[in-house]
């Protein structure tokens, strides 16, 4: 295992994976608590399978871009440390399943060779940046924003204020007022505009979906672009301190913006602003890397004798703002494909366009920059990888989650219910082939990973009981969720709750409807004019449950009888002292700032000092049995049952103490005497804790 070291030339890399396979062998001789080793292996993109002994490696590709380089790397990994099959996510990811976890440093150092990361994929972090997949050659773009959202991916790439967030972070750049982004979903979204001959964006701020969407609120309509990394870090800082911490289901940033409203977070948000590193952050577009096109002389072909072909250019074929080219959608059954396809594709592409692939929000592959006299060529390639169905982004291109197929999470089967209802559009309604209008997403559980509840046809994976106490798999059906463009958008209604195997069924009343009164208009504007209850009522019968067959209880892509359960997660280890453990860990963020401030990084040690002296509040707030939800709330209530008690004494409140981080710019000097104090707290309160346990 120590081979990997060797290949790995940024140092700052190879001490992150070395860490890594540091923990790892800790946590297995139960020296870390297994709370405490998730929230690092989840940093490091590294998921608990449902299935025990292996883990989920979720591989991050910013913005879904991936060289003819990079794809091959990742089949190599895939091919030696997981099944050669790879799944692509709604977040332009890449997921690859059944690997041991000892193999994780040595399959992330591989990855790095080709500057493909782990980090922070997983976990309470900023996780993958997400745009347009046709940023860069949208005819309606205003600029490309490619290189907006890789400015964004770097600078806070391990920048500790979006470390050990209370939940996860999310950000999308939308190339066009389309808002094919899906910036009203976003904790942050950004919708490239134009004002004035200057370049910015319109910002939507604390969307989200799971088991309660909240539709973003504007926070700017246009913010110039040097100001969106500056902006950017004030958020997270704020979510960082304020944002729940202890309660998962409430711990998103759309939860604290319903709590304390828009112009109580703006008011933290300038009263933030003088300890932002930045106030301004240019990003140099210009230096964007121009896309490296192939030579084509070699592989003209006249005409093509298909008939398939023009249906495929008519749906899989997007014009370019770049004259003489297009992109070829591929539409990829559930984001699942393999090494081989895999392989023979970034050969084509790296010999023939431009040496790259975007993965789309819909969990599918757009190949840029194809000469328009080369599509007979491609389509032949293409369809030698049976890469060549019809129908990219169109109404049989379901999104599912991989569901209980691998996710810890999964409540019943979205992967087997997609195959069904593809299967039964392409044979029963070919008309929505080609349709663009009706968008169909699938989630195993109420997490929204399939993005159920933003779609025209929604269904969420669920369980049923009947009187006798049997249960069964389920679908919520959700209808009327949308996107309308430039931030705006609708969530879906939840509507009626049948057994799974009922699921075509369902559909099939709804297009049957939609067929008949829908007017020519879209679903959405058929679903407004029609309303809810007009959906309960064709669709109520579906959801009795007194009739239910023996199939009835077999999940879809199942043959055994349906059982509700969580998948088995890892195991815990032996019992540790958490106080110790906190103690531990506000020591490591002390060696962290010390290192930052040893790199003129005055920022980064500050903010590692300050979680550092809230984590050794926490300890002892730990001890005494006392909530600790928030940053905010660990200060305060320290105070209150430490300070102001004289348990421990301070020149000054420890809220004063802590809080000068957001008070102070962030300076040599400054980070200097804020790192002193942070040593000076974590060795007064263990002195505390020591001297508590002695009297015991």
Not at 169 to 178: H, R
């Amino acid at each position: 295992m120590q081979s990997f070291r060797t290949e790995i030339e940024n140092p700052i890399v190879e001490k992150d994976i070395i860490e890594l396979e540091k923990k790892i062998h800790q946590y297995q001789k139960g020296k870390i608590d297994g709370e405490k080793f998730r929230s690092l292996r989840l940093a490091r993109g590294v998921y608990g399978q449902r299935q025990p002994g292996v883990q989920m490696v979720r591989i991050k590709l910013p913005y879904g871009k991936v060289t003819s380089n990079q794809l091959e790397r990742i089949c190599d990994v895939a091919d030696e440390y997981s099944t050669g099959r790879l799944h692509i996510t709604t977040r332009q990811d890449i997921q690859i399943h059944y690997v041991d976890l000892e193999r994780t440093p040595e399959l992330w150092a591989q990855l790095e060779r080709d500057n493909v990361t782990l980090r922070e994929a997983c976990g309470n972090t900023v996780r993958n940046v997400t745009a347009s997949e046709t940023a860069g050659i949208d005819k309606n773009e205003p600029f490309d924003v490619s290189p907006y959202a890789d400015a964004v991916f770097k600078y806070f790439l391990r920048n500790p204020i979006g470390q050990e967030m209370g939940r996860k972070f999310k950000v999308s750049f939308s190339a066009t007022d389309a808002d094919t982004g899906l910036s009203y979903m976003h904790d942050l979204g950004f919708i490239a505009k134009i004002q004035n001959g200057e370049r910015g964006f319109k910002v939507m701020l604390a969307g989200g979906l799971g088991s309660q969407p909240r539709h973003a609120d504007e926070l700017y309509s246009f913010l110039h672009a040097d100001k969106i990394i500056p902006l950017m870090e004030s958020v997270i800082r704020i979510f960082d301190r304020y944002g729940e911490r202890k309660g998962r289901a409430k711990a998103r940033l759309k939860f604290l913006l319903k709590k304390i409203g828009l112009e109580d977070f703006r008011a933290l948000l300038d009263a933030e602003q003088l300890a932002i590193p930045h106030q301004s952050y240019p990003i140099d577009f210009k230096s964007y890397p121009n896309p490296k096109l192939a030579n084509f002389s070699n592989v003209f072909i006249k005409t093509i004798k298909d008939e398939n072909y023009e249906s495929w250019k008519l749906t899989n074929v997007v014009q370019q703002k770049q004259e003489g080219y297009v992109a070829i959608g591929i539409k990829v059954l559930l984001g699942d494909f393999y090494t081989d396809k895999a392989r023979e594709l970034a050969k084509l592409v790296r010999e023939h366009a431009a040496g790259e692939i975007r993965l789309s929000l819909r969990q599918n592959i757009l190949i840029p920059y194809v000469k328009k006299e080369l599509l007979p060529f491609f389509y032949i390639q293409l369809k030698k990888l049976d890469f060549v169905q019809v129908g990219y982004n169109r109404a049989s291109d379901i999104t599912a989650c991989p569901g209980t197929d691998t996710c810890n999470l999964g409540i019943a089967s979205s992967t087997g219910i997609a195959k069904e209802l593809e299967r039964m559009i392409k044979v029963e309604y070919p008309q929505f082939i080609s349709n663009p209008d009706v968008v169909i997403k699938i989630s195993g559980c109420m997490n929204s990973c399939g993005q159920h509840s933003m779609a025209n046809i929604g269904f969420q994976g669920m369980s049923i009981r009947t009187k006798d106490k049997l249960v069964a798999p389920a679908l919520q059906v959700l209808l009327g969720g949308g996107n309308f463009g430039d931030g705006n958008g609708k969530f879906a209604d939840k509507v009626v709750k049948i057994p799974s195997k009922r699921g075509p069924q369902a559909l099939r009343l709804i297009l049957d409807d939609f067929i008949a009164n829908g007017k020519g208009e879209s679903f959405a504007a058929y679903y407004a004019e029609k309303g809810e209850r007009y959906f309960y009522d064709f669709l109520k019968p579906l959801s009795n449950v007194e009739n239910l067959i023996a199939e009835d209880f077999i999940d879809w892509g199942n043959a055994e009888k349906y059982k509700k359960e969580i998948g088995i997660g890892e195991c815990a280890g032996v019992i540790v002292d958490l106080v110790a453990t906190l103690f531990f860990e506000s020591q490591e963020k002390i060696v962290k700032a010390e290192e930052a401030l040893q790199q003129g990084q005055w920022a980064g040690s500050i903010y590692y000092a300050y979680q550092s002296m809230v984590n050794s509040a926490k300890a002892l707030l730990t001890a005494e049995k006392t909530k600790t939800n928030t940053h905010a709330g660990i200060i305060k209530d320290f105070d209150k049952l430490f300070v102001e008690t004289d348990r421990i004494v301070l020149p000054d409140s420890f809220e004063s103490l802590v809080l000068q981080m957001n008070k102070t710019a962030p300076t040599g000097s400054f980070a200097t005497l804020y790192l002193e104090s942070a040593k000076q707290i974590l060795q007064k309160f263990e002195a505390y804790r020591e001297l508590e346990l002695l009297e015991v």
